[in-house]
């Protein structure tokens, strides 16, 4: 059996195939499912945690979670007390590239939703051995919180990709910490 470690839709410079390759590898062996039950839009809005009823040494995980689709986004609604760690951690051997951000949120009608402007922590790096789990720790006002990990492509120098947003997919593990 030939590995597979590439896939995409035509969209690298000078592509001669346009296959979705996704597509076929799905109708060939299907998809592992998603450990939380994603929506079929590929947005998942996870349950919301209060974080402020536990010591700052406890670290809250949550379950598994995959992007599997383009521009696949998980929404985490918290409320923290100050300050917080953030680690976000891709399962081996994906290509899941993500960015990570931060808002207010308010609830409306039953849910959580953003309010105003996120602020991004950065983003991991899907080709370095060191950089793929992403954490971020930092002081913010005592509130709720959506953090946001979104799939984005993977940049090779400026307006450049090395993949597009097509194949940033995979599973990852998120933990929160309330306090450093």
């Known amino acids: ?12 410079p ?3 195939n346009e296959q979705d390759d996704v597509a076929v590898i799905r ?8 450990t939380v039950n994603a929506p079929a839009g590929c947005t998942l809005k996870l349950p919301y945690r209060d974080l402020t009823t536990v010591s700052s040494s406890t ?10 689709c383009e521009s696949g986004q998980h929404q985490y609604p918290v409320r923290i007390r100050q300050r917080y760690t953030i680690t976000v951690s891709p399962i081996a ?3 899941l590239r993500f960015q990570v951000e931060i808002f207010s949120a308010v ?25 793929v789990v992403f954490t971020a720790s930092s002081a913010v006002a005592a509130g709720n919180y ?23 997919m995979g599973f990852y593990t998120m933990s929160l910490r309330n306090g450093f």
Not at 1 to 12: I, P
Not at 59 to 68: D, M, R, V
Not at 160 to 168: D, I, L, M, R, V
Request: aromatic letters at 10%; zero cysteines.
């Open 27 to 34: 109708g060939l062996i299907g998809t592992r499912p998603n």
């Open 107 to 131: 609830l409306t009608g039953g849910q959580w939703v953003t309010s105003g402007t996120g602020t991004t922590l950065g983003a991991n790096d899907a080709y370095s051995s060191t950089s």
């Open 59 to 68: 670290t809250s995980t949550y379950p598994q979670a995959a992007i599997t």
């Open 14 to 16: 000078s592509a001669d």
């Open 1 to 12: 059996m030939v590995g597979l470690d590439q896939w995409s839709r035509g969209q690298y």
């Open 93 to 95: 051997e994906t290509n």
């Open 146 to 168: 959506i953090f946001r990990i979104t799939a984005i492509a993977q940049p090779t120098a400026p307006n450049t990709y090395a993949f597009p947003t097509y194949g940033s």
